[in-house]
C-alpha cells in the first residue's frame, strides 16, 4: 500500500496553492520549502483559544433552529476535535517528552494541567506508557498500550481484513466502545490523579453540570458531547490504528532494521490526474472532470482527515522515531515535516521515501493487511488464568 510520488504529482499545480498543499497533505514538495511554523508558545496559545472559541461558536449553533447551522456544526465539530487532539498528541506529547517549552518546568506544569482541562489521560499515566512505548522491549508488542488498547478492540493478529473491516465499523458505532473510552479517560482524571489536579477536573466538571442546567441538554450534546468525546473516541481510534505495525504476538524488535519497518508516514491526499497518463483520445472535459474529483476529495476526505485526525506532525511521526538515523535530532519537533523531506533528499537512510501511506483508506487497509498476513493459532478462554475479557484478547494471538 506504500506510495511514491503524490506529493510530487502535484507540482504542475500553482505555486501559490502549494503551501496550502503541504499543509494539507502533510508533505513539503521540496527540501528548502518555506517553513510555515508558529513559536511554540505562540502556537499553545492560539491552538488553545481556537478551542475555547469554536466551543462558544458551537453553543451559538446549537441555538439555531435552522438547517442551515448543521454544516457549520459539523465542519466546526471537526476543528473542535483537531484542536483538542492536537493539545493531546503534539502539545502533551512532546512536553512529557520534555521538548514542548524550553524550562523543564513549563513542562511539567502543562503535563499536569492539560489532561484535567480536556479529560484526557493523566500526565503521569501517560508518561508512563508512552516512554515505555519507545522502549525497543515493549515497541508495537502486547506490552505496547497502544498496541493493548487497539487488540482489547479486536484488532489483532489473525483475523481476516474483511473481519477487521467490520470489526472498526461496529466499533465506532458502539455505545460500549465510547463507554469504556469515557469512563477510562474520566478514571485517569478523577480517580487517579494528583489532588490538586483532581481538583481542577472537578471545577471543569462543575462547569460542564452548569451548561446543562442553563443551557439544556441539547447545546451540551452538540458543544461537548459530541465533538469531545464521541467524535474524539473515533478520532483516536483512526490515528492509533493506522499509527504503527501493531502485533500483540510478536516479541520485541531484534534491530533498527525491524524498528523502522514497524513505522511509516501518512500522509492526506492523492495523486493528481495527469494528462501523460492518459490516452490521448481523453478529452479536456475528462480529465477536467478527473481534476474536480480530486479537488472534491482533498476538500471532502483528506482535509477533513488532517483537520480532526492526523493533526500537526502526527503525518511525519514516522520521523519522530527515526530523526536519529538521519542524523537529525528528534528536539526540532516542529519542523518534523520538513526535516523529514531533508532526510529523504540527503540519502534517506531511515528510508522515509518507501514507507508513505496516502489517504485514510490505504493507512486502514494497509494495517489489516498486515495483521491478516500474520499466522495464528488460538486457544479457548482459560477461566483460570483470566476472568476477564479484555485480557483474554490480549492473549488470544500466539505467532507460530
Given at each position: 500500500?506504500?506510495?511514491?510520488?503524490?506529493?510530487?504529482?502535484?507540482?504542475?499545480?500553482?505555486?501559490?496553492?502549494?503551501?496550502?498543499?503541504?499543509?494539507?497533505?502533510?508533505?513539503?514538495?521540496?527540501?528548502?520549502?518555506?517553513?510555515?511554523?508558529?513559536?511554540?508558545?505562540?502556537?499553545?496559545?492560539?491552538?488553545?483559544?481556537?478551542?475555547?472559541?469554536?466551543?462558544?461558536?458551537?453553543?451559538?449553533?446549537?441555538?439555531?433552529e435552522t438547517v442551515v447551522a448543521l454544516p457549520f456544526i459539523i465542519?466546526?465539530?471537526?476543528?473542535?476535535?483537531?484542536?483538542?487532539?492536537?493539545?493531546?498528541?503534539?502539545?502533551?506529547?512532546?512536553?512529557?517528552?520534555?521538548?514542548?517549552?524550553?524550562?523543564?518546568r513549563l513542562n511539567r506544569l502543562y503535563a499536569r494541567v492539560l489532561p484535567s482541562l480536556i479529560f484526557?489521560?493523566?500526565?503521569?499515566?501517560?508518561?508512563?506508557?508512552?516512554?515505555?512505548?519507545?522502549?525497543?522491549?515493549i515497541f508495537t508488542t502486547a506490552h505496547d498500550a497502544d498496541a493493548a488498547f487497539l487488540a482489547k478492540l479486536g484488532?489483532?493478529?489473525?483475523?481476516?481484513?474483511?473481519?477487521?473491516?467490520?470489526?472498526?465499523?461496529?466499533?465506532?458505532?458502539?455505545?460500549?466502545?465510547?463507554?469504556?473510552?469515557?469512563?477510562?479517560?474520566?478514571g485517569s482524571i478523577f480517580l487517579r490523579n494528583g489532588p490538586v489536579e483532581t481538583l481542577l477536573a472537578l471545577s471543569v466538571a462543575l462547569g460542564h453540570i452548569a451548561l446543562i442546567v442553563i443551557s439544556g441538554w441539547k447545546i451540551y450534546a452538540i458543544a461537548i458531547l459530541v465533538p469531545i468525546f464521541l467524535l474524539y473516541h473515533i478520532s483516536a481510534l483512526l490515528q492509533f490504528l493506522t499509527e504503527h505495525a501493531w502485533n500483540v504476538g510478536?516479541?520485541?524488535?531484534?534491530?533498527?532494521?525491524?524498528?523502522?519497518?514497524?513505522?511509516w508516514g501518512r500522509f492526506c491526499g492523492e495523486t493528481f490526474p495527469s494528462r501523460h497518463r492518459?490516452?490521448?483520445?481523453?478529452?479536456?472535459?475528462?480529465?477536467a472532470t478527473l481534476?474536480?474529483?480530486?479537488?472534491?476529495?482533498?476538500?471532502?476526505?483528506?482535509?477533513?482527515?488532517?483537520?480532526?485526525?492526523?493533526?500537526?506532525d502526527l503525518p511525519a511521526h514516522d520521523w519522530h522515531h527515526l530523526a536519529h538515523m538521519a542524523g537529525q535530532n528528534s528536539r526540532d519537533w516542529t519542523r518534523s515535516l520538513y526535516l523529514r523531506q531533508t532526510a529523504i533528499v540527503d540519502g534517506d537512510?531511515?528510508?522515509?521515501?518507501?514507507?508513505?501511506?496516502?489517504?485514510?483508506?490505504s493507512m486502514i487497509e494497509h494495517q489489516f493487511i498486515w495483521l491478516q498476513s500474520i499466522k495464528c493459532t488460538y486457544s479457548l478462554l482459560d477461566t483460570k488464568k483470566s476472568s476477564n475479557v479484555e485480557e483474554f484478547a490480549l492473549d488470544s494471538g500466539e505467532q507460530k
Open positions: 500500500m506504500f506510495e511514491s510520488d503524490t506529493r510530487e504529482s502535484m507540482r504542475v499545480l500553482p505555486r501559490i496553492i502549494q503551501p496550502a498543499l503541504t499543509w494539507i497533505t502533510g508533505k513539503p514538495l521540496d527540501a528548502n520549502e518555506p517553513c510555515l511554523i508558529l513559536p511554540t508558545v505562540l502556537d499553545v496559545i492560539v491552538t488553545f483559544a481556537f478551542a475555547v472559541g469554536n466551543f462558544v461558536f458551537l453553543v451559538w449553533l446549537a441555538k439555531k465542519i466546526s465539530w471537526l476543528f473542535l476535535v483537531g484542536f483538542l487532539r492536537k493539545m493531546q498528541v503534539t502539545h502533551l506529547h512532546h512536553a512529557i517528552h520534555n521538548r514542548l517549552f524550553a524550562s523543564p484526557v489521560q493523566n500526565g503521569i499515566e501517560y508518561r508512563k506508557e508512552h516512554l515505555e512505548h519507545h522502549n525497543a522491549d484488532f489483532i493478529p489473525g483475523r481476516e481484513r474483511s473481519e477487521l473491516w467490520m470489526n472498526l465499523w461496529m466499533t465506532v458505532a458502539s455505545p460500549v466502545f465510547h463507554i469504556v473510552f469515557a469512563r477510562a479517560r474520566l510478536d516479541g520485541p524488535v531484534k534491530n533498527w532494521n525491524e524498528y523502522k519497518n514497524r513505522c492518459q490516452s490521448h483520445s481523453d478529452s479536456a472535459f475528462a480529465h481534476v474536480c474529483l480530486w479537488a472534491a476529495k482533498m476538500i471532502l476526505v483528506h482535509l477533513p482527515v488532517r483537520v480532526a485526525c492526523l493533526v500537526a537512510k531511515p528510508n522515509f521515501s518507501r514507507r508513505e501511506l496516502w489517504g485514510i483508506y
